[in-house]
Nanobody
Framework: QVQLVESGGGLVQAGGSLRLSCAAS????????MGWFRQAPGKERELVAA????????YYPDSVKGRFTISRDNTKNTVYLQMNSLKPEDTAVYYC?????????????????WGKGTLVTVSS
């Protein structure tokens, strides 16, 4: 089992920044690729960032590319999501999740473990 706990969400004005953290415990964190997902009310959950177990490979969809940065510190069992230039449409619950597979195939159905999420609200 891997337990994941997100933190860092909150209310921010458009154009502002937030840094989300996800602390992992349990099985070896460095064995897992990690992803950040978000889900807005009435919308499907979407992958917004992914990072390989080593941190050498990352993925971002076009909607956040250039604004969001995912990173990890395997010595601290933590993955981060730096979000800059936030927009009202970034408002959602953000979840971190762990995947024993490769990020090339990552989606919400491949994830092995999930956190409970943290709410990000971007005001206009």
């Amino acid at each position: 089992q891997v337990q994941l706990v997100e933190s860092g969400g909150g209310l921010v004005q458009a154009g502002g920044s937030l840094r989300l953290s996800c602390a992992a415990s349990g099985r070896t964190f460095s064995n897992y690729a990690m992803g950040w997902f978000r889900q807005a009310p009435g919308k499907e959950r979407e992958l917004v960032a992914a990072i390989s177990w080593s941190g050498d490979s990352t993925y971002y969809p076009d909607s956040v590319k250039g604004r969001f940065t995912i990173s990890r510190d395997n010595t601290k069992n933590t993955v981060y999501l730096q979000m800059n230039s936030l927009k009202p449409e970034d408002t959602a619950v953000y979840y971190c999740a762990a995947d024993i597979g490769q990020i090339e195939f990552m989606n919400e159905y491949t994830m092995d473990y999930w956190g409970k999420g943290t709410l990000v609200t971007v005001s206009s």
